[in-house]
């Protein structure tokens, strides 16, 4: 985390938006134990949408947009996309 407050104003923006497109925060902070190898994140979110195409139009949206404006400001980090297997 950068600056406090901006990282309040981004997290209200993208869960507005990331609800706005259908997705589902999973995992959103708590404990991070790495177990193997040298990877040691601090903060871990972890966000359900319903198809790789959904995510890509909420990355790509207009209200995440909003979110972005903050995002240097906010916080570091690294942001993939995954396409998950139904079991």
Known sequence: MLDANALQAYRARSTDSVI?????????GGAVECLEGTWTPR??????FPSM???????????YAL??????AALKRN??????VSS
């Open 20 to 28: 706005k497109y259908g997705g589902k925060f999973l995992i959103r």
């Open 43 to 48: 903060i871990i979110v972890l966000v359900e």
């Open 53 to 63: 195409e959904r995510a890509r139009a909420w990355y790509r949206s207009p209200e």
């Open 67 to 72: 979110a972005l404006e903050l995002r240097n």
């Open 79 to 84: 942001l993939i996309l995954v396409d998950g």
